[in-house]
């Protein structure tokens, strides 16, 4: 971490271990834990998460065959499950490093059946039944079941799974949740009536983990929970006490005095109504924190809130540190996570800035290297700045 003087953000593996140890805990008998590493595990960085839990994990879920691949490149042998659709196109791909996609028409299932074929290997996919987002799936009836029937009998496919998404189970009402579930229910017997047997049922996110044990079935797909966050203020708290993995530091570059009548940063939105003390932190909306902070966020240093004065600039803002005394450069700014006491956790940020937090943590820039930490030893970093080009360049 002394390497990097301008803004990390600290990837706690301890914690990601943690939140899948207590998830697990609270799982119904037999039930496996998928661990959503998407957008680059939210943000803290795919590899080191998925590598950090692995012992706690039945597999993995993407987005892409691009994220797929990269797990696989970083010695991931579990399954690697991609939650969207996934072009024909790329069939051969999937069928050769036996990634799983999501499949729910036709064209994707011959693509993945001939794919399988030339390469004279199966290939296991799971089905994905709409049952309420309207996002992807095969409808969930009986044309549904049919196509789905359809799709299981071509030559070369293993169906592995069947699976669908809760469009609000993060919600303290669950009548909408519990409508899912009961449609993917239906569904799953009249895959049964046409002789289809499902190895691995699964429904639940992070809310049906948290909420409804009834959702478990064979598999749940954890995403914002492994990484500490709840998946919204409606969620209950008691059952699973997630530890957030991620905080981001930084350090004051600079400390100044500034008149009564002076602004501060772009537009001048901020005017000084008497004397302050002002620090300027190297960070802007160009590592990812969020603009929609500006006059409104607060940081930690020493301990205490420093209120962001005027507007978020790319690579810097600047904080009120009047109240804060001895405040100097190099000081550790803490933008997420604690500080003595205090604490600003990524929710705030969300609820400040009027974001959504699961947005704030996939957004954290490629500027901020991520530093991984376990048992309070920095086992390594991933820094977008650290590439190698040998000759190319
Ligand atoms: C992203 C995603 C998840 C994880 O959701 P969380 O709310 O982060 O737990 C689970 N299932 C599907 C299909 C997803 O797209």
Redesign the pocket.
């Known amino acids: 971490m002394e390497r990097y003087t301008r803004v990390y953000a600290k990837i706690d593996l301890d914690a990601a271990e943690w939140n899948m140890r207590e998830m697990r805990a609270n799982l119904t008998e037999g039930a496996g834990i998928i661990a ?1 590493v ?1 957008t680059d595990g ?1 943000g803290h960085g795919a590899a080191p998460i998925a590598k950090a839990v692995d012992p706690y994990a039945a597999g993995y ?1 993407v ?1 892409t065959v691009e994220e797929a691949r990269n797990l696989q490149c970083h010695g991931i042998t579990k399954p690697v499950l991609i ?2 659709a996934v072009h024909p196109g790329c069939s051969r791909e999937l069928v050769r490093y036996g990634i799983r996609p999501s499949v729910f028409t036709l064209r994707q299932a011959e693509a993945l059946s001939e794919a399988a074929r030339a390469l004279g290997k199966t290939a296991e996919f799971h089905l994905a039944v709409d049952t309420g987002m309207s996002r992807i799936g095969v409808s969930c009836d009986a044309a549904g079941a049919d196509l789905a029937a359809r799709i299981a009998g071509l030559p070369g496919l293993h169906l592995e799974g069947v ?1 669908t ?1 809760f469009a609000q189970a ?1 919600e303290a009402d669950k009548t909408p949740a519990r409508r899912q579930l009961g449609r993917y229910r239906e569904f799953l017997a009249m895959l049964a009536a046409r002789g289809i047997s499902v190895p691995i049922r699964h429904i639940s ?3 049906g ?1 948290l909420e409804l044990p009834e959702a478990h079935f064979d598999m749940v ?6 990484y500490g966050l709840y ?1 919204s203020d409606e969620a209950a708290r008691d059952r699973v006490r997630l530890r957030p993995v991620l905080s981001l530091r930084s350090f004051v570059t600079y400390v100044k005095e500034i008149p009564e009548g002076a602004k501060v940063s772009y537009g001048g939105t901020f005017t000084a109504k008497h004397p302050m003390r002002i620090a300027t932190i190297p960070v802007g909306y160009g590592d990812g924190y969020p603009r929609n902070l500006s006059g409104k966020g607060c940081v930690l240093i020493r301990g205490k809130r420093a209120p962001i004065l005027g507007r978020v600039c790319m690579d810097q803002f600047m904080a009120d540190v009047t109240d804060i005394p001895g405040v100097q450069e190099d000081d550790p700014v803490t933008l997420i996570g604690e500080d003595g006491g205090e604490r600003i956790p990524v929710e705030e940020l969300a609820e400040t800035g009027g974001g959504f937090h ?1 947005e704030i943590v996939c957004d954290i820039g490629k500027r901020v290297p991520r530093v991984y930490v376990r048992g309070g030893q920095v086992l390594g970093t991933k820094d977008y700045f650290n590439d190698v080009y040998e000759d190319f360049l």
């Open positions: 959503v998407k939210y879920a987005a939650l969207g699976f998404h993060d996110n992070s809310a983990i797909r954890a995403g914002i929970s492994l998946p699961y």
